[in-house]
Nanobody, 116 residues
Framework: QVQLVESGGGLVQPGGSLRLSCTAS????????MSWYRQAPGKERDLVAT????????NYADSVKDRFTISRDNGKNTIYLQMNSLKSEDTAVYYC?????????WGQGTQVTVSS
């Protein structure tokens, strides 16, 4: 059974940092490209960052480039999202995602709130 479990969200002041984690179980994450998405209240779920199975390539939404870094530790079946210089507009629920055998898998989400 494939499961993705996020952690690390919370309340942070503007300009602060957080690191999100997503641990996969039920499959070897090292075989999968994985992504972070986010959804703000009343808005669609948007892609934030993607990392290839080996971690050799990453892609970011323009809104988070140079502030967020996606990485992975395949030995721990875990991906990370380091978020720096956080802004109020980064407030959202952040979701981990992967697609295997044409099936979409999502984590339960972790809330990130950026506010003073």
């Amino acid at each position: 059974q494939v499961q993705l479990v996020e952690s690390g969200g919370g309340l942070v002041q503007p300009g602060g940092s957080l690191r999100l984690s997503c641990t996969a179980s039920g499959f070897p994450a090292s075989n999968s490209r994985m992504s972070w998405y986010r959804q703000a209240p009343g808005k669609e779920r948007d892609l934030v960052a993607t990392i290839t199975s080996t971690g050799s390539s990453t892609n970011y939404a323009d809104s988070v480039k140079d502030r967020f870094t996606i990485s992975r530790d395949n030995g721990k079946n875990t991906i990370y999202l380091q978020m720096n210089s956080l802004k109020s507009e980064d407030t959202a629920v952040y979701y981990c995602y992967c697609r295997r055998w044409n099936i979409d898998y999502w984590g339960q989400g972790t809330q990130v709130t950026v506010s003073s």
